[in-house]
Nanobody, 125 residues
C-alpha cells in the first residue's frame, strides 16, 4: 500500500526553525516528484515547494523563498522541508504529496496523486 507519512511538526517561536520529513512506504520515491503543501482551516490548500524525482530542480512559492528548503534523500525514501525564519503566518497543517514523473515539478495541488495525513506547524510566542 502506497503511503506517505509526515513528521516533524510542532510549536516554535517566531524566527525559529523546524524540519519536516515525508517518508514513503510501499513504493520507491526515486521516481516521483514530491511537493509540500499547507492548509489553514477554511482555506484552500496551497503549494509551498516541490522537488523533481532526480532532486535536480526545485520550485518555491514566493512567500517562502529564501526561508524554506526542500531536499530529498532517496536512499532513505524521504523528502524534507527545512523551514527557517518562521513567521506566525506559516502556521498551518503541512502535507506532502507525490506524483510519478520525470519532468519539472509543479506546486499545484491538482498535479499530485498521493497524499500524506499532514502535520501541524504552529508559530507563536
Amino acid at each position: 500500500q502506497l503511503q506517505l507519512v509526515e513528521s516533524g511538526g510542532g510549536l516554535v517561536q517566531p524566527g525559529g526553525s523546524l524540519r519536516l520529513s515525508c517518508a514513503a512506504s510501499g513504493f520507491i520515491l526515486d521516481y516521483y516528484n514530491v511537493g509540500w503543501f499547507r492548509q489553514a482551516p477554511g482555506k484552500e490548500r496551497e503549494g509551498v515547494a516541490c522537488i523533481t524525482s532526480s532532486g535536480g530542480s526545485t520550485n518555491y512559492v514566493d512567500s517562502v523563498k529564501g526561508r524554506f528548503t526542500i531536499s530529498r534523500d532517496n536512499a532513505k525514501n524521504t523528502v524534507y522541508l527545512q523551514m527557517n525564519s518562521l513567521k506566525p503566518e506559516d502556521t498551518d497543517v503541512y502535507y506532502c504529496a507525490a506524483v510519478p514523473s520525470v519532468f519539472m515539478c509543479d506546486t499545484s495541488k491538482y498535479e499530485y496523486d498521493y497524499w500524506g495525513q499532514g502535520t501541524q506547524v504552529t508559530v507563536s510566542s
